[in-house]
């Protein structure tokens, strides 16, 4: 334990916290290597089977951490990570696990020499400090309006998911939906939930489409034979129900004659014709109901009167929806028939149903007036061929419209194929020689640990790690900082050339995110359970 000098030596009798903190370091690091294993394009998927038997087949390490059943805390905080770095950047869940795991590697060898997890714990955030101002001295400024830069990040993202030979269709997707959602002169952000996507079982990935337009999953009321599409179409959006009402308390009412029942009836028709009379009398002849679960949205006798006063009725709309519904055709929502009032209706300029083989219909709305409110919402309509596929493919969409988000955050971009990490590690390497000190030894030994991103690449690839990877440290100590792994080559290629980039938002939070997590798990030296 000598030879670091007094105020860095581990004290003798911590023995308690040198036991807690090896246990942390090994729980953390059998979920990072848990997860290792699908990191990059080459890498394996992972089939996921829940508590109900249900079955998820995904390489995203946000997904996949998510489902795992964690016991420990410490594993519990690798998965928060991944979590963060999803809701942060979208894309990179899966290397910032591994990221993670190298550097509690690296932290443990260097408990072992005796170093105090302060001065560890000092030296890695100035190494991760000094990682960030390499990494922005690599990346190259985009352009917004160029779309073909903008395509080269969502293609690299999408080629690591199980529909990357569809990276072709679903990238210019992700690309075009974010671009109609944001002014690229001005944008600094992108919200997600303006871009709806609508997953319909049948079909094949090839069939995914960006629908000018709104399109709801749910089906036409069709039971009183109402129209089924309408030109020109006044819709309305209303969150009351079309039936008679209810008593407040739970009553029973008594029938004895024919006489009292042919007057409920009555009354029940005379409530309910008012109601539709009211609504078609605005010019409504497109009606979006909200899911009710107090009592029926809507009866036979109300489908009938529709069906009569031509009014194309869609139920059970959720109430999730509502915001983007109305935001998209630029409508109000109304609470009460009293408010229902022409000025409230959105012009549309075709309403129908649109049959999708065997695996029933979607509504499509299309023609839109642009509209302030509308200022950009649009759908994206994702098939598959069956359950696992549907849902991989919108996570890998939603990952690539994520990619896109990180572009319009911060507008750079740098090499993929492990670049940055290995360009990340010979510059820490040669700036701790500067330095000296226990704090030089540790930022070698963090430099090092960022190799096992370059290394875990080549593994899942089937190549020579150790080859590879030496091959690479050479290229990046000649100055060649663009040089990353070519999975499909299986060479040292320009990932410049190659078109393999990602955006600079994701490696500088992975770099932040994981470092902040395992400073976090160093300074713990005790767990305290409580009952």
Not at 90 to 108: H, K, N, P, R, W
Not at 325 to 333: A, D, N, Q, T
Not at 361 to 374: A, E, V
Request: charged share 25%; net charge negative.
């Amino acid at each position: 334990m000598a030879g670091y000098g007094q105020g860095s030596r581990q004290k003798a009798n911590d023995e308690k916290g040198h036991d807690i903190r090896s246990t942390n370091i090994l729980a953390a690091r059998a979920v990072a290597d848990a997860v290792r294993t699908s990191l990059g394009p080459k890498g394996m998927d992972k089939m996921i089977q829940d508590a109900k038997g249900e079955v998820i087949i995904s390489n995203d390490g946000a997904t996949i951490l998510a489902q795992m059943k964690l016991m420990h805390p410490t594993a519990k905080m690798m998965a928060e990570l991944s979590k963060a770095q999803d809701v942060e950047a979208g894309d990179g869940t899966t290397s910032v696990v591994v990221i993670a795991g190298g550097l509690l590697g690296a932290a443990e060898k260097l408990l072992a020499k005796g170093i105090h997890p302060q001065t560890i714990t000092e030296a890695f955030l100035m190494a991760a400090e000094k990682a960030e101002e390499v990494l922005a001295e690599m990346s190259i400024p985009v352009d917004l309006g160029d779309r073909d830069q903008l395509l080269q990040a969502a293609m690299t993202s999408l080629n690591s998911k199980v529909v990357s030979q569809n990276a072709d269709i679903l990238a210019p997707i992700a690309v075009d939906a974010v671009l109609k959602v944001i002014d690229p002169l001005t944008a600094t952000n992108v919200d997600l939930n303006d871009i709806k996507i609508v997953k319909k079982i049948g079909g094949t990935t090839d069939d995914c489409e960006l629908v000018d337009g709104l399109v709801l999953s749910q089906r036409i009321a069709k039971a009183a034979g109402g129209p089924r599409r309408v030109e020109n179409a006044k819709v309305g959006l209303i969150q009351f129900c079309l039936s008679a009402p209810k008593t407040d308390m739970e009553s029973n009412i008594q029938v004895r004659d024919y006489s009292h029942m042919d007057r409920l009836l009555r009354e029940e028709r005379t409530i309910v014709a008012k109601i539709v009379k009211q609504i078609a009398k605005t010019g409504c002849n497109v009606l979006l109901v909200q899911k009710s679960i107090l009592r029926d949205a809507t009866t036979d006798l109300s489908l009938d009167f529709c069906a009569k006063a031509k009014i194309l009725v869609v139920r059970d709309i959720e109430r999730d929806d509502i915001e983007f519904i109305s935001k998209m055709l630029g409508l109000e929502p109304i609470a009460s028939l009293d408010h229902f009032t022409a000025e409230k209706l959105a012009p549309v300029g075709l309403v129908c149903e649109d049959f999708m083989g065997g695996e029933g219909s979607i509504i499509r709305f299309t023609g839109l007036k642009p509209s302030p409110i509308t200022g950009g919402c649009c759908s994206v309509l994702v098939r598959a061929s069956n359950v696992l596929l549907l849902d991989e493919t919108e996570r890998s969409i939603h990952d690539a419209l994520c990619v896109v988000r990180s572009l319009v955050k911060k507008k750079a971009l740098i090499p993929g194929g492990a670049a940055p990490e290995m360009e990340m590690s010979c510059k820490l390497a040669q700036w701790a020689r500067t330095i000296g000190g226990i704090n030089a030894v540790c930022i070698e030994t963090y430099a090092e640990a960022l190799e096992l991103v370059p290394y875990t690449l080549a593994e899942n690839a089937g190549m020579q790690p150790v080859e590879i990877v030496t091959q690479l440290r050479a290229a990046h100590m000649k100055g060649e900082k663009y040089a990353g792994i070519n999975v499909k080559k299986g060479s040292i290629t320009d990932m410049y050339a190659e078109k393999v980039v990602q955006p600079l938002l994701v490696s500088v939070s992975s770099i932040k995110m994981a470092t902040e997590t395992v400073r976090m798990i160093l300074k713990i030296d005790d767990i305290v359970i409580c009952r």
